[in-house]
């Protein structure tokens, strides 16, 4: 079984750093590559970025790429996001995601949404300028 929280969302500055956390309560968190996405108001639910089950690999959207940084600790059963240097465009809802496709890397498709089995409900991120 799979439930993820995510964590640590909030009001913050453009320039300012946030952390976003994601938590798996079930027991069976090394089986799953994880990623990140958001969604906007009216937009599609958008890839951030994705993490192999080992941590070995990872994967961001170029809109992101040099800013946000995935990560996970096996032994914590959480997922993280680092976030720098964030921007008014970065305000959105973040969910982080969990698959147990064991080919997405190597097929491709992490940054698809359908790729992924299990969603968190996903917590507010807001960058004002």
């Known amino acids: 079984q799979v439930h993820l929280e995510e964590f640590g969302g909030g009001v913050v500055q453009a320039g300012d750093s946030l952390r976003l956390s994601c938590v798996d309560s079930?027991?069976?968190?090394?089986?799953?590559?994880l990623a990140w996405f958001r969604q906007s108001p009216g937009k599609d639910r958008e890839f951030i970025a994705a993490?192999?089950?080992?941590?070995?690999?990872?994967r961001s959207a170029d809109s992101v790429k040099g800013r946000f940084t995935i990560s996970r600790d096996n032994v914590k059963n959480t997922v993280y996001l680092q976030m720098n240097n964030l921007r008014p465009e970065d305000t959105a809802v973040y969910y982080c995601?969990?698959?147990?496709?064991?080919?997405?890397?190597?097929?491709?498709?992490?940054?698809?949404?359908?790729?992924?089995?299990?969603w968190g409900k996903g917590t507010q991120v807001t960058v004002s300028s």
């Open positions: 995601a969990a698959s147990s496709a064991s080919t997405l890397f190597s097929g491709n498709y992490y940054d698809t949404v359908q790729t992924y089995d299990h």
């Open positions: 993490v192999s089950w080992s941590g070995g690999r990872t």
């Open positions: 079930g027991s069976t968190f090394m089986d799953f590559a």
